[in-house]
C-alpha cells in the first residue's frame, strides 16, 4: 500500500471513529453549549450591574459574539488524544509503528483531521448561522475576505493546536503518572488562547507578552478575524505569525519525539 492509499485509509478510519459512538459525539457537541451559556449569564450580570455600554473595548453583544465564537472554535481545535499516545507509550502500543513503514507523527496527525472532519461540517452549518444573525442584528460586518482568511486561520489553529498537544505528549515518555499533568496543561493553554473569555481581560502589558506566544493564535486570532476586532493589516501579520509557530512547532514535536524515543523500550504491544 503506497503512502497516499495508506493515510486515505486513516483519515477514514478517523472519520468513522469519530461517528462510531454517535451519542458520545451529539453529546460532545451539546457540551460545547454549557460553558457558552454559563458565560453568557455571567457576561450578562456583569454589563448589566456595570452600567457601562463597553467594557474591555467590547460591547455587550459584541462579548456575547466573542463568547460564542470562541467556545466553538475551542470545541473545534480540541485533540483529546492525548490518553491514547500515552496509553501508546505506556502499554507497548508504539512497538509497531517502529517496525511498519508508517509514521507515528503522520498516522496520528491524518487520524486527528479524520476525526475532526465530522466536526467541521456541523460547526460549518453553526458558523453560518451565527454569522447570519449577527449580521442581520448589526454585531458583525459581513466581509468575504474575513471569512476566508478565519477559514485560513482557522486551518492554522487546528494543526498549530495539535502540534502543541504532541510536543507535550512527549512528556508522557519521563513521567509515570500523567493525566493530572494533561488536565493542567491543557486548562491552562485555553485560558491563554482566549478560550474562556478575551485576552483584554488580563491588561495591555498581559496582552502584549501573549502575543509572543502561539497560544492566541489557536483561539484569540481566528475569532478576531471574523468578528471584525482584528484590523486588515494585523489579519495578514497575524497569519504570517501563526505559520511561523506552526513551522516551529513541527520542527520542535519531531525534535522533543527524536530525543524521547531513545528512552523507549519496546517491551510488549
Known amino acids: 500500500m503506497n ?29 460545547a453549549a454549557f460553558p457558552i451559556l454559563v458565560q453568557y449569564f455571567i457576561w450578562t450580570a456583569v454589563y448589566q450591574h456595570s452600567g457601562e455600554t463597553a467594557l474591555f473595548s467590547y460591547s455587550y453583544n459584541q ?13 473545534l481545535i480540541a485533540t483529546q488524544f492525548e490518553h491514547q499516545i500515552v496509553d501508546d507509550i505506556k502499554n507497548g502500543g508504539l512497538n509497531k509503528y517502529l517496525i511498519k513503514p508508517v509514521s507515528y507523527f503522520g498516522y496520528r496527525l491524518v487520524s486527528f483531521f479524520g476525526q475532526k472532519a465530522i466536526y467541521y ?19 458583525l460586518e459581513f466581509q468575504i475576505i474575513r471569512l476566508v482568511l478565519f477559514v485560513v486561520s482557522l486551518s492554522g489553529a487546528l494543526l498549530l ?44 502589558s498581559i496582552v502584549g507578552a501573549l502575543q509572543y506566544t502561539p497560544f492566541p493564535y489557536t ?29 516551529l512547532f513541527l520542527w520542535l514535536s519531531r525534535l522533543t519525539w527524536r530525543i524521547s524515543m531513545k ?6 504491544g
Open 3 to 31: 503512502g497516499r492509499k495508506l493515510y486515505t485509509a486513516v483519515f477514514s478510519m478517523g472519520v468513522q471513529q469519530s461517528m462510531e459512538y454517535r451519542f458520545h459525539f451529539f453529546l460532545g457537541l451539546l457540551g
Open 161 to 204: 493546536n495539535f502540534l502543541i498537544s504532541y510536543c507535550i505528549c512527549a512528556s508522557a515518555f519521563y513521567l509515570n503518572e500523567i493525566s493530572y499533568f494533561f488536565v493542567i496543561t491543557s486548562l491552562l493553554v485555553n485560558i491563554l488562547s482566549g478560550g474562556m473569555f478575551p485576552l483584554e481581560i488580563f491588561g495591555d
Open 63 to 75: 462579548i456575547i459574539l466573542y463568547t460564542i465564537l470562541a467556545g466553538l472554535v475551542s470545541k
Open 219 to 247: 483561539i484569540y486570532f481566528p475569532v478576531n478575524v471574523l468578528s471584525g476586532k482584528t484590523e486588515a493589516a494585523a489579519m495578514y501579520q497575524g497569519l504570517l505569525i501563526q505559520c511561523g509557530w506552526i513551522l
Open 121 to 139: 461540517g456541523v460547526t460549518a452549518m453553526l458558523f453560518v448561522a451565527i454569522i447570519w444573525i449577527s449580521s442581520a442584528g448589526g454585531v
Open 263 to 268: 528512552k523507549y523500550s519496546a517491551v510488549g
